[in-house]
């Protein structure tokens, strides 16, 4: 074989590839269904094996002094110690890996129903619902509640996505520990300037490390990326990383020469400031009347933030923009191939991720692929345009990977082997099988 050309696919290869991925799947889909067979077990089992007293609190269990312990979070039942050591030998586990599957379980029946309904139903693989188990077995009551309320779509949830849930869930339930968490995180800020001959070093280098608040470290990167743009102009042949570098001793410079004694901003010979720029985008949501402690989000990383760490950095910021709200809704096609900025922002709150079938990178970091070839009399417009990220773009563009619009946000792809799957605002459905 030509090791410079592509293998060429015959209809017979083609049909037994589809055939193979067809089994597989099959597998996949019984040994789904033998776990949540197991699962229910468990949960039948925890519902007769319930202990009502608090651990270390004895009863007597046929005879035999037995205690019922917590194996899962805030709410959940204590089951009994001797029965649980029973069922982890019969599950073939070890006591402690054992102990934290059964407590994975039933942290989903009894403090997530709305995750364990959706592994019952064969919406949410197993393994995926333990992982959410994980993170939400430390939480109060109503923080878990309210996990899992938003979980109604649990297959179509990032890992990142999840993370940041929990946060947001903290914050509204459990404000205290919010606090007290953020707290405990400003107290670990620091900032490290190594010694030149740190790790045999003589070449009169440092190395620097630290942890800032978000908004100072955000400012910093821009007065870092300013100046070494700068140096750039002005004919510094470096490259981008070491003219960062000579930005920040710059910038360390610059605020060494200011007599930061003398006249305030705004004063008679002060040397003034941009300062801190602020943009906000304020949204009215559901939650926005109920009284619910309201929560703010990090750019385009969608990190939940405190209103208080908001009012924080606002309070010293010298500008604040408030943006408008875009109408997801609207098409405003343009005469050109070149996407604009504005379209861009509307595609990634509209699409928030690569929209190729389980893919989470987030749009902002996505290319925007014409639907409709521009090419071929395709629109530059929301309506024709999608976030896929380089690695899928290239499997739409260059394969028989192919998609339609179903809806403006919502997508039906096609493999090359006729396997479909939506994918939406929801996550990413498994359609139908090829036939044959």
């Known amino acids: 074989m030509d090791l410079g050309t592509a293998p060429r696919t015959t209809a017979r290869s083609a049909g037994r590839s589809a055939g193979v991925l067809s089994a597989i799947r099959a597998e996949v889909e019984g040994r789904q269904a033998s776990q949540i067979r197991e699962w229910e077990a468990i949960v039948t089992w925890a519902g007769d094996h319930v202990v009502a007293t608090p651990e270390g609190a004895a009863t007597i269990t046929d005879g035999h002094l037995d205690t019922g312990v917590p194996i899962a979070g805030d709410g959940a039942p204590l089951v009994s110690e001797f029965a649980l050591m029973e069922l982890v030998a019969v599950l073939g586990r070890?006591?402690?890996?054992?102990r934290a599957y059964?407590?994975?379980?039933?942290?989903?029946?009894?403090?997530l129903p709305t995750v364990y309904a959706a592994v019952v139903a064969g919406r949410l693989t197993p393994w995926r619902a333990e992982r959410i188990a994980d993170l939400t077995h430390a939480l109060n009551a109503d923080a878990a509640g309210f996990v899992d309320r938003q979980l109604v779509h649990a297959s179509g949830v990032g890992w990142a996505q999840l993370d940041r849930l929990i946060a947001e869930a903290i914050l509204r339930h459990d404000p205290e520990r919010a606090e007290a968490?953020?707290?405990?995180?400003?107290?670990?800020?620091?900032?490290?300037v190594g010694d030149p001959d740190t790790h045999g070093n003589t070449h009169g280098i440092v190395h620097l490390s630290g942890v800032l608040d978000a908004a100072d470290g955000r400012d910093l990167d821009a007065a870092i990326a300013r100046r070494a743009r700068l140096l750039g102009d002005l004919g510094d042949a470096s490259s981008l990383d070491v003219r960062r570098s000579i930005a920040l001793g710059e910038l360390a410079r610059a605020d060494l020469m200011l007599d930061l004694d003398g006249p305030g901003p705004g004063s008679p010979g002060s040397l003034g400031s941009p300062g801190r720029k602020a943009v906000v985008n304020v949204h009215i949501t559901d939650t926005t009347l109920t009284g619910v402690n309201p929560v703010g989000r990090w750019e385009d990383q969608q990190v939940p933030v405190s209103s208080e760490q908001i009012r924080e950095w606002l309070g010293s910021a010298s500008t604040v923009i408030v943006r408008p709200v875009i109408d997801?809704?609207?098409?405003?096609?343009?005469?050109?191939?070149?996407?604009?900025?504005?379209h861009r922002t509307h595609i990634a709150l509209r699409d928030h991720t690569c929209r190729f079938p389980h893919c989470t990178r987030p749009a902002t970091r996505c290319d925007l692929d014409h639907a409709r070839p521009y090419g071929e009399g395709g629109p530059t417009c929301p309506c024709n345009e999608v976030a896929l990220c380089r690695r899928h773009h290239r499997a739409k563009t260059h394969s028989a990977w192919s998609y339609d619009i179903l809806m403006p946000g919502s997508y039906e792809w096609t493999s090359p082997n006729g396997f479909t799957f939506r994918v939406d605002h929801q996550g990413t459905h498994p359609l139908d099988p090829p036939d044959g």
């Open 102 to 111: 059964v407590g994975r379980v039933i942290e989903c029946a009894w403090r």
């Open 94 to 98: 070890s006591p402690d890996g054992g």
């Open 328 to 342: 997801l809704a609207d098409h405003i096609p343009i005469d050109s191939y070149e996407i604009p900025d504005r």
């Open 181 to 192: 968490d953020r707290a405990t995180a400003a107290d670990q800020r620091y900032v490290e």
